[in-house]
């Protein structure tokens, strides 16, 4: 870990002036002949946060599930768990909140099972 932590930091600079130019680049690539923003569709923009936060609500579930296996391990080896625990529950029902977001955003209703299994 210390020699992967030491590549890191020789790396670190070349890999920062690649992040900033391609993020300076990307503005420049998405200009259209037209001048037109988001090349006249109107939907762009929506399908686009849609599209975020169906992906920030996956990222979420599995950060949670990954925080409860860590602390899992944690609490195998005997080391402290109770905040990975707790951190990927809170993470999981976060990603729980926003799917039901995502639903709502969809125009799906989300249907509750009340017969209980009769």
Do not use: C, H
């Not at 300076?24 to 006249?40: N, Y």
């Not at 946060?49 to 195998?76: K, P, S």
């Amino acid at each position: 870990m210390i020699q992967l932590a030491a590549l890191l930091r020789v790396v670190e600079p070349a890999l920062l002036l690649i992040t900033a130019t391609i993020l300076m680049a990307v503005p420049a690539l998405a200009q259209q002949p037209g001048g037109d923003i988001f090349g006249g569709n109107d939907q762009v923009l929506g399908n686009g946060v849609r599209e975020a936060i169906r992906w920030g609500r996956n990222l979420l579930f599995l950060l949670g599930v990954g925080g409860v296996g860590w602390g899992i391990i944690n609490y195998m080896t005997e080391k402290a768990y109770l905040k990975q625990m707790i951190g990927g529950g809170l993470a999981m029902s976060l990603g729980g909140i926003a799917s039901l977001i995502y639903s709502f955003s969809q125009g799906n209703a989300v249907n509750l099972n009340t017969d209980l299994g009769n």
